[in-house]
Structure formats: C-alpha cells, structure tokens
C-alpha cells in the first residue's frame, strides 16, 4: 500500500524512465570527459559542444537522487514495523552500502594505477588527505576526478537521514529547514558581497536536490499533466541554458547558481516530464538503457581512469594522432561504457549482495525506487 507523509502518496514501483535517465546523465559526463587526457584531440571542432553539454549529467543525477531519497526516505518513515531509530538506521546503511564500497574499489584501482599515468596531464588542484577522499569529505578529488559530486550527495543523504530521524513521516520539514538555510546564505552573501556561495555548504547546487523533491511530491500526488510537453520544455531550456553559458564563459569559472538555473531546472522539467510519461503508458526507456542505468554509478567512477590508461596505452604505441579523431574518440567511449558496465556485473552487484546481506539481511538494490528498497 503506498504510504501517507501528510504531504501525497508514493508509489511503491520501479521507475524505469529514471534509470534511463541515468543512463543518458552518465553518459554525458562521460563523453564530456573523453577529450581530456587526448591531448591532440582537444582541438577539434566538437570539443566545445561537449564541454559545454555534457558536465551538466551531473546536475541531472542531483535532481534525481533528489527524487530518489526524499521517496525512499518517506517510505522508510512511514514503515510501523521499526521504531524511529531502526527505520533511520536501516535508511542510512543502504545510502553508505550503495556509494561506499564499489567507490573504494575504484578509488583503490585509480590509485594503483594513477602513478603509472605521468604523461596524462591532469588538472592542477587541493590534495586533501586519504582519509578525507575515502570518506568523500572533500569537494576535491585528485584520485578519482568525478568524484567531487558524492561529496554533495553525502552531505544530502546526512540532511535528508537527521530529518528522518527528528520528524520521521514529515520528512520534508527537515529538508525545507536546510533548503531556506541555503537560499538565506545565498541571499546573505549577495546582499554582503561575500564568496560564501563558493563554499559547500551555501552552495545552491544544493537546490537541484530541492528540485528533485518538488518532483517527487508531484508523482506522489499522482500528478501526470503535461507529461511531454515538460520534458520537451526541459530539453529545450537545458540547450539555451548550455548556450547561456558559454557566452558567459563556462560553467566552470561562473558561480554554482549559474549551472543550477540553467542546468539544475531544465533537469527537474526533464524527470517529470519522463516519469509522467511512463506512468501514463507512452514510454519507457529500452532495457539497454535500463541496464545502463544501473551500471551508471559504476560508469560514472571508472571512465576517467579508464580513459587515462587508454590514452597513454596510445601515446606510448605513437598512436596519439590518429584520425579520423572523433572515430577514435567514440571508440575509446564504447570501450569506457564497456569496462564501466563490467564492474557493474562483476563487482558493484556482488558487493552490494554480499555486504547488504551481511549487515541488512538482504541485497541492496540499484535499481530506483520498489518495494526491496
């Protein structure tokens, strides 16, 4: 039966269209990604396209696990069967069982690996200590570059677990509490001239989780209006969003509201938009994408090491130059996707069984949103 929060009813499914969806963000950070250690290739044409399109995957995996967590959280609240304590515990061992375990594998095998790669240039940033990298403390990730991203997502699984501890089925106040706490640094900082919205912590990136909630409590309610034409609209604002930024120079050196208004709210309009069409029956995403999707958190952490091994694999043949390079390109991406998808079946799965069973008493899922979760 689905269960009551005071604010809508959530559905006890599996949302194929948000895995898809994982699939398609994933793939773009991983495209954006591919010309980087080809030095000689950052000089094609399409080069711009990709780093001013791709990076904002990640903004779409934000809205999602907005979505995800604030669905799965009030469940979890409103299960009578555990005490208040029982039911925020179990919460947060599947939140750090599904990122921790598969990361420190990659983390380990980026780190073994990093040392032979010294002709791959790399960007220039903190080192902070191991200990903070491997409990994903730090917004800076020189071991595993992508990684930068959990950092904020741990930050919202800590919120969203002490929300659900202190207002259990009213989930929600707890995250509104943190969201207007945000937006006042953010209003605080404009109004001082203050750089406190560079920092983490008053980061608005923070909102496109919020995003994700809205998304939430509109599928809870059963609301599937304007199933295409939202995520039509999503589409085309993420493309002039894209555009926007480039003329303003590049996501990478405007302030993080940029990307959150020009990435982050297209991302909302694209998931609802999805997940009203496949609740209203016009389509889902094909099983491949499905599969890639729950392959996308393995993807996601292993690409950028990937590509590194394989460009210097090219550069010491005297391979660097080949062309045509956007073939070359393409092919080094399927080989990615390929290696990523491996250590999705081969060892994220197999931990996530073993560990989940072991401390749970039973498998953590990858998948979205059922009745396992």
């Known amino acids: 039966m689905p269960i009551e929060d005071g604010f809508g009813e959530f559905r006890a499914m599996h949302y194929r269209n948000v895995q898809g969806l994982r699939a398609v963000a994933s793939l773009m950070v991983l495209f954006s990604h591919v010309l980087h250690p080809f030095t000689p290739m950052q000089a094609h044409w399409i080069t711009p396209y990709i780093y001013n399109l791709g990076p904002g995957g990640v903004d779409i995996f934000f809205v999602i696990s907005g979505f995800i967590i604030y669905t799965v959280g009030v469940k979890s609240g409103g299960d009578r069967t555990k005490s208040r304590w029982q039911s925020t515990l179990d919460f947060l061992l ?39 990298l491997l409990l994903l403390l730090s917004a800076s990730n020189n071991i595993i570059l992508a990684a930068w991203s959990l950092h904020y997502e741990m930050i919202y699984y800590m919120v969203a677990t002490l929300s659900l501890l202190i207002f259990r089925q009213h989930l929600l106040i707890g995250l509104m509490i943190w969201f207007a706490f945000t937006l006042a640094c953010i209003l605080v900082a404009f109004a001082l001239g203050k750089d406190w919205m560079h920092h983490v912590w008053a980061s608005s990136l923070f909102f496109e989780f919020m995003f994700g909630v809205f998304v939430a409590l509109l599928v809870g309610r059963g609301q599937t209006a304007f199933a295409k034409t939202s995520f039509v609209v999503g589409v085309v604002l993420y493309a002039l969003g894209s555009v926007v ?122 998948s979205t949103i059922q009745p396992a979760e």
Request: hydrophobic share 55%; aromatic share 16%; net charge positive.
């Open 245 to 366: 930024l480039h003329r303003h120079g590049g996501w990478w050196v405007l302030a993080p509201w940029w990307r959150t208004a020009f990435w982050g709210i297209p991302s909302g309009f694209i998931l609802y938009g999805l997940i009203a069409i496949e609740l209203r029956g016009l389509w889902t995403f094909p099983k491949v994408w499905q599969y890639l999707g729950n392959a996308s958190y393995s993807i996601y952490l292993s690409h950028q090491t990937f590509f590194a091994i394989l460009a210097l694999i090219v550069l010491r043949a005297g391979l660097m130059d080949l062309r045509p390079r956007l073939l070359v390109a393409g092919l080094a991406c399927v080989l990615a996707i390929a290696f990523g998808a491996a250590i999705y079946q081969f060892v994220e799965k197999w931990l996530l069984d073993k560990i989940g069973n072991a401390v749970l008493g039973r498998r953590v899922p990858v």
């Open 94 to 132: 599947r939140r750090l069982i599904r990122i921790y375990p598969i990361y420190w594998v990659m983390f380990l095998f980026a780190s073994l690996t990093i040392a032979y790669i010294v002709d791959i240039p790399f960007l220039p940033m903190p080192v902070p200590p191991t200990s903070s």
